[in-house]
């Protein structure tokens, strides 16, 4: 996995008693993994490659080429490439990518109604597997959560009504609208963000200009003026005191209260 990445999937790799390891992945290569990178880093034991695509914490999107030249190393291993697309309908600035399913019927594509669909709390998601794998999987969920919720998967229904994707479109744009704003005013601030944040909610920003490592930065804006930002640490190890972890999903007056008082937090520093 890319380090930083989403901290639940490392968890998940160690619940099923694999050991993750993480490659350094920085701004220069949009926080994602290229081809190289799993050549350089697979070791005899390696079984496959997750990448996450908006990623969280970084919101970057995976180049198409960068992706295709992950696949193409991990087919050359006869290894797996799980891909979460969970932030893939959050993206802006250009047309949604397509779904890494669309490259072949060996890819393993984790998605859920948490994000795009607004449905987080009703514990719904996906998983498109190869043929050969759905036995297994199949044994697992009797095993871990035996089936998903009839509830949720009826509610779910209704996600797919032209009146809700009218919706989803209308809080995709307003996304848009609160990235374009967070951005350059932190920005402004003085925060470095190297690489445009393209999906998902998050701003990724390299707050060493100031001294003080991730962790106390977020530690103290929290005690200091009421913001909440995650620390670089929770997402990985390479850089972890480089960074924090913005979110814009929330309204806008709030988003512009946040900004004025991280403007007053790093004035006082
Ligand atoms: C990259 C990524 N994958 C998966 C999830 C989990 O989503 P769910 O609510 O479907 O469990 C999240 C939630 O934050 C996420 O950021």
């Known amino acids: 996995m890319p380090d930083p990445t989403y901290p639940c999937n490392r968890h998940f790799v160690s619940a099923f008693d694999g050991t993750t390891r993480l490659i350094p992945a920085g701004p220069e290569q949009r926080f994602q993994l290229d081809g190289d990178d799993v050549r350089a880093h697979w070791g005899p034991r390696t079984r496959g490659v997750m990448l996450a695509s908006p990623s969280n914490p970084t919101g970057t999107t995976i180049a198409p080429a960068a992706l295709q030249r992950v696949l193409d190393a991990v087919r050359e291993r006869r290894g797996f490439l799980v891909f979460d697309e969970i932030y893939n ?92 704003y967070v951005v350059p005013a932190l920005r402004a601030m003085g925060f470095e963000i190297p690489t445009e944040p393209d999906g998902a909610f998050y701003v990724y920003a390299d707050v060493s200009r100031w001294g003080l490592p991730g962790e106390q930065f977020a530690n103290r804006l929290l005690d200091e003026a009421g913001v909440c930002v995650v620390p670089g640490m929770d997402f990985g190890v390479h850089e972890r005191d480089r960074w924090v972890r913005f979110t814009y999903a929330t309204g806008m007056e709030r988003l512009q209260e946040a900004m004025q008082r991280v403007s007053g937090f790093v004035r006082r520093l």
């Open 89 to 180: 309908q959050l993206t802006y600035g250009g047309p949604t990518p397509r779904s890494a399913l669309a490259l072949g019927d060996d890819v393993i594509v984790i998605n859920s109604f948490s994000k795009y669909f607004c449905m987080t709390g009703w514990r719904l998601g996906w998983l498109v597997l190869p043929e050969a794998l759905v036995p297994l999987a199949e044994k697992l969920a009797m095993n871990l959560f035996i089936c998903p919720p009839a509830t949720a998967q009826y509610a779910a229904l209704g996600c797919f009504e032209p009146e809700s994707l009218a919706i989803y479109e209308q809080r995709r744009q307003e996304f848009a609208r609160r990235r374009d």
